[in-house]
């Protein structure tokens, strides 16, 4: 089971499992940003999750709509200024998170270089910082994999967010690691981040990845850089 994780949702009285026609919102424009994590929850809180936590934030203070059931997918969609934009938490595990972008590949006015973004954690930054990157190789994360994969370049934006411990030693074997859950002061830490990157996700829907690389460099407290 370990090879298929290397690689929540929100209550309404709506059917939480209503699932979206998959004729729904084809011709529209639309941004898309997906929380890599694990199913289930035993993997809610963990650090391998953190691109869960950032999409379920978003939902919440854009004020989507309530979650719903799309393949192998959670979505849900919303507009942001003039944006229109869906959330995805992919229902794989990790390494097959590229499966659910099969349908927006297939959207002739779809482009996963200037209309996808991909949330994920990076156990080579530390717990704190953050990431933006317009291209790039997947860093041996198989959840980054598996999207390359599915879109066939590795011209798509990415949200790094870190998650490694002050010491090395801490970290121990990898697997474990990221399988485990976050400490309470280091889920704050994480927590913590949200309001910045929720800003910088509105940048990017709205201008592209340009500005956001110029404005949020994931600097310190202190003003220095990664």
């Known amino acids: 089971m370990l090879r298929f994780l290397f690689g929540r949702a929100r209550s309404s009285k709506a059917d939480p499992e209503a ?3 998959p004729d729904e919102l084809d011709a529209e424009a639309m941004k898309v940003i997906v929380g890599l994590g694990n199913p289930g929850r035993e993997y809610e809180r963990t650090r391998h999750n953190v691109g869960w936590w950032v999409v379920d934030h ?6 989507f709509e309530p979650w719903k059931r799309d393949g192998e997918a959670r979505v849900t969609t919303g507009s942001v ?5 869906r959330l995805v938490k992919p229902q794989t595990y990790m390494n097959l998170s590229g499966s659910v972008l099969r349908s927006y590949l297939r959207r002739p006015a779809w482009s996963a270089a200037s209309d996808l973004m991909i949330v994920v954690d990076e156990v080579a930054l530390p717990l704190g910082r953050y990431r933006f990157r317009a291209r790039g190789s997947a860093g041996g994360h198989n959840g980054l994999k598996s999207i390359e994969a599915a879109v066939g370049s590795q011209d798509y934006a990415r949200l790094r967010i870190g998650i490694a411990p002050d010491d ?8 474990d690691f990221v399988l485990d859950n ?3 002061q280091e889920s704050d830490v994480v927590r913590a981040l949200m309001p910045t990157l929720t800003q910088a996700l509105e940048l990017w829907t709205s201008h592209g990845i340009t500005p956001v690389l110029n404005r949020f460099t994931g600097t310190t407290e202190n003003g220095s850089e990664e």
């Open 168 to 175: 090395p030693r801490r970290r121990g074997d990898l697997s």
């Open 19 to 21: 699932a979206v026609r």
């Open 58 to 63: 978003l939902a919440d203070v854009w004020r």
């Open 81 to 85: 200024g003039r944006a229109r934009v």
């Open 182 to 184: 976050f400490a309470k």
